[in-house]
């Protein structure tokens, strides 16, 4: 295979949050760095590594931040509510913004329609159609005032403050912004890193915090909108998941984190409210169920995903879901089971940023327990075993049926209860 044909994504998150005067919630910043195919990423690598004192990451980093590190140096702040609601209509705006000294890019005819469509397709897909961003206003090209330089010489969150307020500034004779829920902003170069954040301003008499996205010519020129996607994804309120490894940018399995245009994990789903109570099961403690799970990506009804609660623990949940190859999984490495680990405690401190985060959700480890063949997926005959003794075993997979994402796992799941993390080892 192609090393790295799929473009590897990467990297660091900076959460922070300006305190606006007179607002009753803070805005907030996320930042997300990809790169890309025609990115030397192992150099890029070794950069990273030889330059900071950090501890390892596991994330690549692309070169400019290695160039111009965007340090955020605000007390961190937790995101309580989201800025977009992630059900009913929340109209967006594609707002394309020059810099004054680069050129604007050549695009094929109805390149953002055909954006602002396949956007609404993913979400709708993802939400179960629950969530939808409506008919999408898109503007001309806009230039900025300064160049690519003069932006990249103020410190990040002044440049993205004043891109903000400059882009929504010229298009505000074009735009009634009294029905937009959302603002993407497209860049036509880069400052580094793409964000999601909140800016507050009064647009046609509506004084509020808006949700924004800040994107890169990469983020969404050249990388099939994949960061384009996540970036909206920190609006609707979700956060990043980690990989096995302890990456928050290497979970395959979900559009926040390693980003590849795929749905989102079931845990993001029952948060947002997209999963309802038929599609969550429980198994609580003292008890084995077996359940027949439908594919997470499906649209048809279904037991979604599995949750098990682990008392005594420092992991507070364990998730189940299924996940078949289609729809907008089409990029995911393989029809199984996945399972995740959830602590609600989970404090990362982010190597570059130094900022901390919560982030719960972890990609579960393989234990030495388990009975599992050693790759990414659990598939059908294998069983995780958890250090607390929970069992989740695959019996089935059945993928053959005829329809799009139609496809079953069952799976048993036995939650040993309390008594079983008792500090005495019997053997
Ligand atoms: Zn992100």
Not at 209 to 227: C, F, H, K, Q, V
């Given at each position: 295979?192609?090393k790295?044909?799929v473009?590897?994504?990467l990297?660091?998150?900076l959460?922070?949050?300006?305190?606006?005067a007179?607002?009753?919630?803070?805005?907030w910043?996320s930042?997300?760095?990809g790169?890309?195919?025609d990115?030397?990423?192992?150099?890029i690598q070794?950069i990273?590594l030889?330059d900071?004192?950090a501890e390892?990451?596991?994330?690549?980093v692309?070169?400019?931040?290695v160039?111009?590190?965007?340090?955020?140096t605000n007390?961190r702040?937790?995101?309580?509510t989201?800025?977009v609601?992630a059900t009913?209509l929340?109209?967006l705006l594609?707002?394309p913004?020059a810099?004054?000294?680069q050129?604007?890019?050549?695009?094929r005819?109805n390149y953002?329609s055909d954006?602002?469509?396949?956007?609404?397709?993913?979400?709708r897909?993802?939400s179960?159609?629950?969530l939808?961003?409506?008919?999408s206003e898109?503007?001309?090209?806009?230039?900025?005032?300064?160049?690519?330089?003069a932006?990249q010489?103020?410190?990040?969150?002044?440049a993205?403050t004043?891109?903000?307020?400059?882009c929504?500034a010229?298009?505000?004779?074009?735009?009634?912004?009294s029905d937009?829920?959302m603002?993407n902003i497209?860049?036509?170069?880069?400052?580094g890193a793409?964000w999601?954040?909140q800016r507050?301003?009064?647009l046609?008499?509506?004084?509020?915090?808006?949700p924004?996205?800040?994107?890169m010519d990469w983020?969404?020129?050249?990388?099939?909108?994949?960061?384009?996607?996540?970036e909206?994804?920190?609006?609707?309120?979700?956060s990043?998941?980690m990989?096995?490894?302890g990456s928050e940018y290497?979970?395959?399995w979900d559009t926040m984190?390693?980003?590849l245009?795929?749905h989102?994990?079931?845990?993001?789903?029952m948060?947002?409210?997209?999963l309802?109570?038929?599609?969550?099961?429980q198994?609580?403690?003292?008890?084995?169920?077996?359940y027949?799970?439908?594919?997470?990506?499906?649209?048809v009804a279904?037991?979604?995903l599995?949750?098990?609660?682990?008392?005594?623990?420092?992991?507070?949940?364990?998730?189940?879901?299924?996940r078949q190859?289609?729809?907008y999984?089409k990029m995911i490495?393989?029809?199984s089971?996945v399972?995740?680990?959830?602590?609600?405690?989970?404090e990362i401190i982010?190597?570059?940023?130094h900022t901390?985060?919560i982030?719960p959700?972890?990609l579960s480890?393989?234990t030495?327990?388990?009975?599992?063949n050693?790759?990414?997926?659990?598939?059908?005959g294998?069983?995780?075993?958890?250090?607390?003794?929970v069992?989740?075993?695959?019996s089935?997979?059945?993928?053959d049926?005829?329809d799009?994402?139609c496809?079953?796992a069952?799976?048993?799941v036995?939650?040993?209860?309390?008594?079983t993390?008792?500090?005495?080892?019997?053997r």
């Amino acid at each position: 295979m192609y090393k790295l044909a799929v473009w590897t994504f990467l990297l660091l998150i900076l959460m922070a949050s300006l305190q606006g005067a007179g607002a009753q919630s803070a805005e907030w910043l996320s930042a997300d760095i990809g790169f890309f195919p025609d990115s030397n990423v192992e150099q890029i690598q070794a950069i990273y590594l030889a330059d900071s004192t950090a501890e390892a990451i596991d994330a690549e980093v692309s070169a400019d931040i290695v160039a111009h590190p965007q340090r955020i140096t605000n007390d961190r702040t937790t995101q309580s509510t989201p800025p977009v609601r992630a059900t009913g209509l929340n109209n967006l705006l594609i707002l394309p913004c020059a810099f004054a000294d680069q050129p604007i890019p050549t695009l094929r005819d109805n390149y953002f329609s055909d954006m602002r469509d396949e956007l609404r397709l993913y979400w709708r897909e993802l939400s179960y159609d629950q969530l939808d961003i409506g008919e999408s206003e898109i503007t001309n090209w806009y230039t900025l005032p300064l160049t690519l330089e003069a932006y990249q010489q103020m410190d990040i969150t002044s440049a993205l403050t004043l891109i903000f307020e400059q882009c929504t500034a010229a298009a505000d004779l074009e735009v009634d912004f009294s029905d937009i829920a959302m603002i993407n902003i497209l860049l036509n170069e880069s400052l580094g890193a793409s964000w999601a954040g909140q800016r507050q301003a009064n647009l046609d008499g509506t004084f509020k915090l808006w949700p924004i996205t800040w994107n890169m010519d990469w983020a969404w020129e050249r990388s099939g909108r994949y960061t384009l996607k996540h970036e909206m994804g920190h609006l609707f309120g979700m956060s990043h998941s980690m990989g096995k490894n302890g990456s928050e940018y290497g979970n395959s399995w979900d559009t926040m984190s390693h980003s590849l245009s795929q749905h989102t994990i079931g845990y993001n789903k029952m948060q947002l409210g997209w999963l309802d109570s038929a599609e969550i099961a429980q198994v609580n403690s003292g008890t084995t169920q077996t359940y027949t799970l439908s594919a997470l990506a499906s649209p048809v009804a279904g037991v979604k995903l599995l949750t098990v609660p682990v008392v005594g623990s420092e992991t507070d949940l364990f998730t189940v879901e299924f996940r078949q190859i289609g729809g907008y999984d089409k990029m995911i490495i393989g029809t199984s089971i996945v399972i995740h680990e959830i602590d609600y405690e989970r404090e990362i401190i982010n190597p570059i940023s130094h900022t901390p985060q919560i982030i719960p959700v972890q990609l579960s480890q393989f234990t030495q327990e388990s009975i599992h063949n050693g790759d990414s997926l659990w598939e059908a005959g294998e069983t995780f075993i958890s250090p607390e003794g929970v069992q989740i075993h695959i019996s089935a997979i059945d993928t053959d049926c005829a329809d799009l994402l139609c496809g079953t796992a069952t799976v048993t799941v036995t939650n040993p209860g309390y008594t079983t993390f008792l500090p005495t080892v019997r053997r």
